[in-house]
C-alpha cells in the first residue's frame, strides 16, 4: 500500500475537491431542505379578492405551523411545508367575515385535509368568504352594572362545550357592551 506523505496538492486539484464538496453538501442540503407549498385565493361574495386575509397553516395533528397575508388580489402561498396533510384556517383578521376553514368547513375536526408534496406547489386552495351576520348585546352583574372584558362567543346549536363549533364575536367594553 502506498503512502502519501508529504504530497502536496496542486493548486488546481485543491481547488477541484473544494469545489466538489460544495457541491455535494448544497445537494445535501436541497434535500434536506426540499419542501412544498400551498397557494390559493380568498375571495368574497362577488369575487373579487379580499387583501389581508390572515391565512393558517395546522399541521394534522393541530399544531400551528405558521401563517401568510392574502395580496390585494386575494392570492396567498404559504411555502417550506414538509411533505404531509394540512389544515388551513381563513381568519377575517377584523374584517366582516366569518372564520371559515378550508372547503367551507368551520371546525378544525370537520376541516378537509390538504396533501403538501415535496418539491411542488398544491394550488387552488380557495375560499369564498361571505359577510357575517352581526350580533350585539351587554353582559351585566346581578345588578346590572356592565362587566368589561368578557369575551363572547356565537355558536351552533348543540355546541355546548365545544369551543371548536363557535365564532369568535370579541370582548366587551368598559360598560359591557359587544357587538357593533
Given at each position: 500500500m502506498k503512502r502519501f506523505r508529504g504530497t502536496k496538492l496542486s493548486a488546481r486539484s485543491l481547488i477541484f475537491v473544494v469545489c466538489l464538496m460544495g457541491l455535494m453538501a448544497g445537494s445535501w442540503e436541497a434535500a434536506a431542505q426540499a419542501t412544498g407549498s400551498i397557494s390559493g385565493r380568498v375571495t368574497d361574495e362577488s369575487g373579487a379578492g379580499i387583501f389581508n386575509i390572515k391565512v393558517v397553516v395546522y399541521d394534522a395533528s393541530d399544531a400551528f405551523m405558521g401563517s401568510v397575508f392574502t395580496s390585494a388580489g386575494g392570492y396567498y402561498t404559504a411555502s417550506g411545508l414538509e411533505a404531509g396533510n394540512y389544515k388551513i384556517l381563513f381568519e377575517p383578521n377584523g374584517l366582516n367575515y366569518p372564520w371559515e376553514f378550508y372547503n367551507n368547513k368551520i371546525s378544525f375536526f370537520q376541516a378537509d385535509r390538504i396533501a403538501v408534496i415535496e418539491g411542488y406547489t398544491t394550488s387552488n386552495i380557495d375560499?369564498?368568504?361571505?359577510?357575517?351576520?352581526?350580533?350585539?348585546?351587554?353582559?351585566?352583574?346581578?345588578?346590572?352594572?356592565?362587566?368589561?372584558?368578557?369575551?363572547?362567543?356565537?355558536?351552533?346549536r348543540g355546541a355546548y362545550y365545544r369551543y371548536d363549533d363557535c365564532a369568535h364575536s370579541g370582548y366587551t367594553n368598559a360598560s359591557g357592551n359587544y357587538g357593533s
Open positions: 375560499a369564498q368568504l361571505i359577510t357575517a351576520g352581526q350580533i350585539s348585546g351587554r353582559v351585566t352583574d346581578e345588578w346590572g352594572v356592565g362587566i368589561p372584558n368578557i369575551e363572547v362567543f356565537a355558536c351552533g
